[in-house]
């Protein structure tokens, strides 16, 4: 903008019949410069339409898209990602593409969510126009997904994230005083690490302790006049008999008791 407040316009030159990198050079100093492709009996690689067109004025550093053809001969790539390497072959060919401009990448894509050895990704793209004398290179996938970091996370977004990424869950709990962990992931010791697609990965989530119950004795009643020599000689039995494991010690009723002796005698 110009110190009068009004916009600094210029007039957009014509470009059309230029070669790309030409019309590029002619406009860049002024505008930004954005391609599209598309089909056209010119040449490969001619400007054969502009936006704005030229002979008219636009703001200084505003957008000029330019119509670059790819040749009468170009195709649109089709989508073969998730195809084995030679199906995808095939099917490029039989879209007009030549067996010769198709390559296969040594490199190997992770992360894609696709099989090993099948195509996970295609340069250029599915849907994008393919010049007479361009090469299309397929990228076969490794068949390895990276355990994304899910730290934080609840139960339920940590499986929705692994469900994403091609993966499953399998869930263990780790008792937390920490009232801000529980219900939360809290570890996952594969994160990081790349493993096979439809791995199940191991979560660590937050679990709240298990409350503490005390065991309170019942109330003793008053024995009768009558009974008091009989329970105060079992009592004394059962005080004096030691459990035979320290496992006994929790238990609330004793495992021996004397018998009451018998009045007959």
């Known amino acids: ?6 916009t600094d316009q210029v007039t957009v030159t014509k470009v059309e019949g230029m070669t790309y990198d030409q019309a590029f050079s002619t ?6 410069v954005e391609r599209k492709e598309t089909s056209s009996d010119q040449s490969e690689g001619t400007v054969v339409g502009q936006d704005p067109p030229g002979g008219t004025k636009a703001d200084r550093n505003s957008t000029v898209t330019l ?38 990448s040594s490199e190997k894509k992770d992360d ?25 290179t397929l990228y076969p996938s490794s068949g390895k997904v990276t355990v994304p970091d899910l730290v934080g996370k609840t139960q339920d977004e940590a499986t929705q994230a692994l469900y994403k990424a091609h993966l499953s869950i399998s869930v263990t709990y ?3 005083d920490d009232e801000t962990k529980q219900g939360k992931v809290i570890s996952v010791p594969d994160q990081g690490r790349k ?3 439809g791995t199940a990965v191991v979560v660590v989530v937050g679990q709240k302790p298990e409350a503490t119950v005390t065991a309170t004795p019942s109330p003793t009643s008053t024995p009768s006049s009558s009974s008091s020599s009989s329970s105060s000689s079992s009592s004394s039995t059962s005080s004096s008999t030691k459990p035979s494991s320290p496992s006994d ?16 005698d």
């Open 1 to 6: 903008m110009n110190p009068s407040g009004t």
């Open 27 to 32: 406009l860049s100093q002024d505008f930004t």
């Open 67 to 104: 119509t670059v053809s790819t040749g009468p001969d170009s195709v649109k790539v089709p989508d073969v990602v998730g195809d084995s390497v030679e199906t995808a072959r095939q099917t490029l060919i039989s879209a007009g593409i030549d067996a010769d401009r198709i390559k296969v």
């Open 112 to 136: 894609s969510g696709v099989d090993s050895g099948k195509v996970a990704e295609t340069n250029p793209k599915a849907g994008s126009t393919l010049g007479a004398s361009n090469e299309i």
């Open 174 to 176: 780790e008792r937390t």
């Open 195 to 197: 493993v096979d697609n």
């Open 249 to 264: 010690t929790t238990e609330l009723t004793p495992s021996n008791t004397a018998s009451p002796p018998n009045e007959d």
